[in-house]
């Protein structure tokens, strides 16, 4: 059980990228997906989660800039960034949160890719 994070890289302030977390399990559209980052000598903070198109939740930090999306066929999860700012430099890190009864919750967690923003 694992989830496989990529697409992480270098750029520059104003460029984009776009990640991508794929499931080796089966994902249930009633799985909450979504994106944290970690920069250095910070906790790790909630970027941006997705149920479903119509219910998704963004950091006031990257709304206008970042948007979230699934493919549940294809047990994956993207987050693209536009408009990147040397302050979005972290590790990215994705999740799924399944609700297994009405009082237990399971996470799963990716292994995190490098996201490097310069000036």
């Known amino acids: 059980v694992q989830l496989q994070a990529s697409g992480g890289g270098l750029v520059q302030a104003g460029e984009s990228l776009r990640l991508s977390c794929e499931a080796s399990?089966?994902?249930?559209?009633?799985?909450?997906m979504g994106w944290y980052r970690q920069a250095p000598g910070k906790q790790r903070e909630l970027v941006a989660t997705i149920t479903s198109p119509a219910d998704t939740e963004y950091s006031d930090f990257v709304k206008g800039r970042f948007t979230i999306s699934r493919d549940n066929a294809k047990n994956t999860v993207y987050l693209q960034m536009d408009s990147l700012k040397p302050e979005d430099t972290a590790v990215y890190y994705c999740?799924?949160?399944?609700?297994?009864?009405?009082?237990?919750?399971?996470?799963?967690w990716g292994q995190g890719t490098q996201v490097t923003v310069s000036s």
């Open positions: 399990f089966n994902i249930f559209s009633s799985d909450k």
């Open positions: 999740n799924v949160h399944r609700l297994i009864i009405s009082t237990f919750a399971r996470d799963y």
